[in-house]
């Protein structure tokens, strides 16, 4: 869902409705949330600057990251700008033409969400290798677009199986054969001569999920992407069904995150530092933080203390830096110590 909204929408629509639409009461309990926590440990924190700095962070897509993940897959929004936010950080990766395992992907998607869950990451592998390939390798680009889809539409994709595997139980079990009569002694018998392999017709699985689009609870494709997958053949199987959704340029263009296909690896962002990824010994190893204007990880993906995830580097509410910065400064306000001591005992020696 769109940050965005028509002059239309925001008249015409109820005070509740507006809430509810743009999950505004979602981001006003977690900038509270986020405030009390991070005012116990400064109460001199200025709550205006910090509210501030939380929605510009919120505006821009900045947000998600290091959060948790029932946090980052509570709105559409979240989740678009965590999609956009693991391409910024990884995509590196297809510019060197890397081709990474599911495990790998998962070990990436963790540094910026460490619960997240590798069932996820599992269901978009399936979308590019079906079950019996899992443990090839897969092109950035296939991960990002499939990941996509997996992640932003996870509701109306569960629905859409158990859809799909009505359908397909339907045309394993017909309830009676159709008999017709032949004008000799003999009759024929007309049964289903599809193969259960040869998935469902695309016609009956649009007028079966169409209704979906018009649910709110969850997000769904519009009705014109679908239709440009399922006019076009004369029959789908669900994972066919899938990859033509992550294939599909209208469908990307609704979410609005990532670039087109032959865009994905161009161009790059002065507001973020990309961490350098390198293959040793067949595993990825993170060699620095990433840096997106937010707080600092070490190697295993953990949040540096921080105020927020909305500010970055030395917050200017609490003072606080990362963790490499606090501790270099420990370090040297120890060594001033150390010499002031040194210089005390040669005092004394003196005298």
Partial sequence: MSM???GEDRFSMTAERYLGKHNVLVY???SIAQLLEHREENPKLNPI????????????????????????????HNRASFIRLFWKCFRQIGRKGDLLSIQEYHSLVTLLCPDFPYSTVQKTARIILLDDALDCLISFSDFIFAFQIQFYFEEFLDKC???????????????NPVVVPSGAE???????????????????????????????????PPADGLKEILFNVPRVSFYGFLMAL???ESINESIG?????????????????????????????????????GPAVNQTGAQSASPSSAAGGENKHTGKGSLSQRSRRKKESSDESSDESDDDDTSSDTN
């Fill in 49 to 76: 600057k910090f509210l501030s700095e939380y929605f510009d962070s919120l505006r821009d897509g900045n947000h998600t990251m290091f959060r948790e993940y029932a946090f980052i897959k509570v709105t559409p």
């Fill in 4 to 6: 965005s909204f028509s």
């Fill in 186 to 220: 003999e009759t024929r018998i007309h049964q289903n001569s599809h193969n259960p392999s040869d998935g469902v017709d695309a016609m009956q699985y649009f007028r079966a999920i169409y209704p979906l689009c018009d649910r709110s609870t969850f997000s769904t």
């Fill in 28 to 30: 006003l309990e977690d």
């Fill in 246 to 248: 992550a294939k599909s």
């Fill in 257 to 293: 995150r990532l670039p087109a296909k032959a865009e994905l690896l161009d161009g790059s962002d002065s507001e973020l530092t990309s961490p350098i990824i390198r293959m040793k010994g067949g595993k990825l190893r993170l060699e620095h933080p990433v840096n997106h204007n």
């Fill in 161 to 175: 199986y158990e859809i799909y595997q009505s359908l397909l139980q339907t045309a394993h079990s017909p309830r």
